[in-house]
């Protein structure tokens, strides 16, 4: 998986798709995100939908699962507990990129839903203080095995609109709960949003079919 996304999106078309109800921080500008920068993320707080840059890369930063962490295998690692019963957030982005072999070389190809419309990439987040008293806010995006046919690869777990919702909820959920959302969840994965390179983004119709609740 190619450790790159875009995000192409104003302020107002994130707010209406994702019911954020407060903005902290964005800058409204077409953009490509790479491991160490910040990103943007919409986490839920209390009643609050909070639209909110974070850096991307979990401390420490050389860790196997800072900046991807496998979906299904964190749900063994202790660490990560907190994080998804109560940490969870959506990172927005109109691509992300991976890379193919062709020919003795590699070939970038894009992933996006629709023209116009953010995918959902389910993540987590962590906030700790620094000695200095500043607050550090980092996520990580979460990744599975590509459900498409012959493609034995990480790819970003995408979300639909009714998995965003469950995702995003600020309810404290136990293990056993977040255990069964993830699994469901990865079981309804997209088996195809490739598009090469350089090509249009998908028509209205193509692209990612709907998930099931």
Known sequence: MSYRFTL???ARLLTEHFGVTQLLAYIESEREYAPTGYVSAICGRGQ???LDEFRWGLLPFWARNAVHADGLSILGNKS???LLKRQRCVIPCSAYYRHVPEQGRKKAERVLLLQG???????VYDIRISPQGEELRTCTILSVTSAAPGRDEQVPIVLGPE???AWLSAEFMDKLGVRDMVET???AQPRNLT???GEPA???GEGLQPFPA
């Open 8 to 10: 192409q999106a104003d």
């Open 48 to 50: 609050e939908r909070v």
């Open 80 to 82: 990560f507990d907190y």
């Open 117 to 123: 419309q953010p995918l959902a990439l389910a993540g």
């Open 163 to 165: 998995q965003t919702e």
């Open 185 to 187: 969840i990865v079981d």
């Open 195 to 197: 598009y090469p390179y």
């Open 202 to 204: 998908a028509e209205e």
